[in-house]
Each structure stands twice: as structure tokens, then as C-alpha cells.
């Protein structure tokens, strides 16, 4: 069972990625991807900054990193707070009434492991030649892969 936390000096509650370290290893093995690069770090952004790689988005709680030399990074934020995954399975609902006003495929991510798994796979697969980063296409290949993963037979 994961426990809600809140960091010290914080009222931000959230997700403790190390909670779910198994699902990560778990994904990475899914996407063929080597566990040793999975990097958890406080700060996306400024990790990104660190290495002279541009980012923004200071919240964002995955980011995906090829090298030059073929190797590549899966960066995890430590902490993702709540009104960030709320935030961006929000978008993915209205994404979705773009294509299907009568369904909401939001609704069927109903678990943290679920938002948490469909946010880590959205972040690959923009690295996908198929998606182009497109976000229609990158939501329907993370789908595509939980349901083949079995994350909705639960």
C-alpha cells in the first residue's frame, strides 16, 4: 500500500516516485529500455539545465532523453504533486472529446498506477518515429500499450 506524504515545508500533496519504482522498472522493461537509465531527480528542469538541455516546464514529472550517442534517460521527478497529474489527465479528456464526445477515456485511468503508467508511456512514445509528438497519437499508442500490459483487466 502507498502512503500519501507531504514534503517537508510543503503543503503539496503528490506521488513519491520511489513508491512506485517497481512499475517504472516495470515499464522500462515494456518499452525495451535499460533500468539503468532511469534517473529519478527533485527537478526535471534543472537537471535539463544542468546538461545544457532546454525544458521549461518546471513541474513536469517525466522526461524522456535520447543521446547522440544512442543512449538515452528516462527522467522521474521524486515527487509529482497531484494538481500536476490532475492537470494532465484533464488534458487528456479534453484531447479526447476532440475524437469521442461520448466516451471518457480519463475515467478509465481511475488509479495512480494507472495515471502514473499512461504519463510515463506518453512521454516515450513522443520519441516514437509513429507518433511524430503528436499528443492524439501518443495518448492512443499509451492506451494501445496499457491495455496490452493489462493495466485495465484489473
Same mark, same amino acid.
Given at each position: 500500500?502507498?502512503?500519501?506524504?507531504?514534503?517537508?515545508?510543503?503543503?503539496?500533496?503528490?506521488?513519491?516516485?520511489?513508491? $512506485?519504482?517497481?512499475?517504472?522498472?516495470?515499464?522500462?522493461?515494456?518499452?525495451?529500455?535499460?533500468?539503468?537509465?532511469?534517473?529519478?531527480?527533485?527537478?526535471?528542469?534543472?537537471?535539463? +539545465?544542468?546538461?545544457?538541455?532546454?525544458?521549461?516546464?518546471?513541474?513536469?514529472?517525466?522526461?524522456?532523453?535520447?543521446?547522440?550517442?544512442?543512449?538515452?534517460?528516462?527522467?522521474?521527478? +521524486?515527487?509529482?504533486?497531484? +494538481?500536476?497529474?490532475?492537470?494532465?489527465?484533464?488534458?487528456?479528456?479534453?484531447?479526447?472529446?476532440?475524437?469521442?464526445?461520448?466516451?471518457?477515456?480519463?475515467?478509465?485511468?481511475?488509479?495512480?498506477?494507472?495515471?502514473?503508467?499512461?504519463?510515463?508511456?506518453?512521454? $516515450?512514445?513522443?520519441?516514437?518515429?509513429?507518433?511524430?509528438?503528436?499528443?492524439?497519437?501518443?495518448?492512443?499508442?499509451?492506451?494501445?500499450?496499457?491495455?496490452?500490459?493489462?493495466?485495465?483487466?484489473?
Amino acid at each position: 500500500m502507498v502512503t500519501v506524504r507531504v514534503m517537508k515545508g510543503s503543503e503539496e500533496k503528490g506521488l513519491f516516485a520511489a513508491d $512506485y519504482a517497481d512499475l517504472f522498472g516495470f515499464l522500462m522493461d515494456q518499452c525495451c529500455l535499460p533500468r539503468e537509465s532511469m534517473v529519478f531527480v527533485e527537478d526535471i528542469a534543472s537537471w535539463c +539545465k544542468g546538461k545544457g538541455i532546454p525544458e521549461s516546464d518546471a513541474e513536469r514529472p517525466f522526461r524522456f532523453i535520447t543521446f547522440r550517442s544512442g543512449e538515452c534517460n528516462m527522467l522521474i521527478r +521524486k515527487h509529482i504533486s497531484d +494538481k500536476v497529474v490532475s492537470q494532465r489527465i484533464n488534458a487528456l479528456g479534453i484531447r479526447n472529446q476532440l475524437q469521442d464526445n461520448r466516451s471518457d477515456i480519463a475515467g478509465r485511468l481511475n488509479a495512480d498506477k494507472k495515471r502514473l503508467a499512461f504519463l510515463f508511456l506518453i512521454e $516515450y512514445a513522443a520519441s516514437l518515429p509513429e507518433t511524430g509528438n503528436d499528443e492524439l497519437l501518443t495518448d492512443a499508442w499509451a492506451f494501445k500499450e496499457m491495455e496490452r500490459m493489462r493495466f485495465f483487466a484489473e
